[in-house]
């Protein structure tokens, strides 16, 4: 064993051997991962480390199959705020850090793959509204129904790849491939036909880590790759590269709008939006306030997309995102 490995180690490492179950095996070994310092003296260590770590994590896994007991589940996440997207991809992509670096989540983030095994929720702010991530389990033969039960509900898929991987290429066709085998097929975000076989979902793919040293060249393979059949941008937690843009990204991909409304007589003030798919009209929008409303108004007047602030519009206009709206009956 190397030497200067803080005593909190020493202690978790008798705790360890003490430990009878596997799960509680895996459970010390994670706090084990985290204390071992990283530098070349322990190098061994923490892949001996990450080997226990692997092994044990098979051993759980095959103990729960044959009891025939899911572990717990999580079927369902009460969509909030402008659209739900899930983050999701292999292990190790970077799912859980991009949600620590844009939301006030504080998911588990680890150098070794599999370290996140529930969802953990959290919301982004983009200008005046918050969208809604979901951190996911990573893609693998280990992946439990649930997840996918969370893809398929979502708004948008938000595919992360892992910019410093050694081939992120074949990372996409695997990824693209578990989903695949759990009937979920990825379209552009852009796409209106979402019909069958299986589920599609409107997808953009986001390449983590690039601030790694292949990273760009790693982003350019990828991009001739997927030609334009997916948008993609590229972010870094490290150096917040991309971050930024992020927001704009995902507002564009779950294809919403963002439509104000006001009394008539009220000054032209934008308060909360209503948030509408794109390409609804301003009766969706009086439905959307109220059923009777979309009923009984008989035009509206819109500030932004007509033609002249404060124009006259029919119940069919389709709304813009920005759209101020003012219902007369
Ligand atoms: N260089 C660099 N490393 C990153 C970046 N984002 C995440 N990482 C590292 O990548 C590793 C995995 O990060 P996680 O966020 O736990 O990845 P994950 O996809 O949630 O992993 P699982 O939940 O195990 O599937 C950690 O060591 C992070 O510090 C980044 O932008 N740049
Ligand atoms: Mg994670």
């Known amino acids: 064993m190397p030497a200067n490995l803080p005593p909190e180690y020493i202690e978790a490492e008798l705790r360890f051997r003490a430990a009878k179950s ?5 459970e010390i070994l994670r706090e084990l991962m985290a204390l071992v310092p990283k530098h070349k003296g322990t190098e061994k260590l923490r892949v001996e480390l990450k080997r226990k770590w692997a092994k044990l994590q098979e051993e759980v896994q095959q103990q729960q199959k044959k009891k025939g007991s899911r572990g717990p589940a999580y079927d369902h996440i009460e969509r909030e705020g402008a659209g739900q997207i899930t983050l999701v991809g292999l292990p190790n992509c970077g799912k859980s850090s991009l949600l620590a670096a844009v939301t006030n ?34 893609l693998s033969e280990f992946t439990e129904p649930w997840v996918y039960s969370l893809i398929r509900q979502c708004d948008l898929v938000a595919l992360l790849i892992d910019l410093s991987s050694a081939s992120p290429g074949e990372d996409l066709f695997t990824a693209l491939g578990w989903l695949e085998k759990a009937r979920i097929r990825l379209v552009h ?30 982003l350019q393979e990828l991009q001739a790759l ?25 507002f564009e991909g779950l294809n919403v709008v963002r439509v104000y409304t006001k009394k008539p007589g009220q000054p032209l003030k934008k308060d909360l939006p209503y948030v509408l798919p794109a390409g609804s009209t301003v009766t969706d929008v009086a439905r959307a306030i109220h059923k009777e ?34 219902f007369h009956e």
């Open 22 to 26: 596997p799960e509680e095996k895996l």
């Open 105 to 138: 989540a504080k998911p588990e983030i680890a150098e070794y793959p599999f370290s996140t095994f529930r969802p953990t929720v959290g919301m982004m702010p983009f200008e005046d509204i918050q969208i809604q991530l979901i951190d996911l389990p990573p």
């Open 226 to 250: 997927i030609d334009s059949q997916y948008r993609i941008i590229a972010v870094s937690t490290l150096s917040v590269e991309g971050l930024g843009d992020l927001g704009r990204a995902l």
């Open 293 to 326: 409303l979309a009923e009984r108004f008989a035009y509206a007047r819109v500030w932004g997309s007509s033609e002249f602030p404060g124009q006259r519009v029919e119940r069919n206009y389709i709304v813009r995102d920005g759209d101020l709206l003012e």
């Open 189 to 218: 975000h852009h796409t209106r036909d979402l019909e069958g076989p299986g589920t599609v979902k409107r997808a953009l793919i986001i390449g983590t880590k690039s601030d790694a040293p292949d990273a760009a060249q790693h």
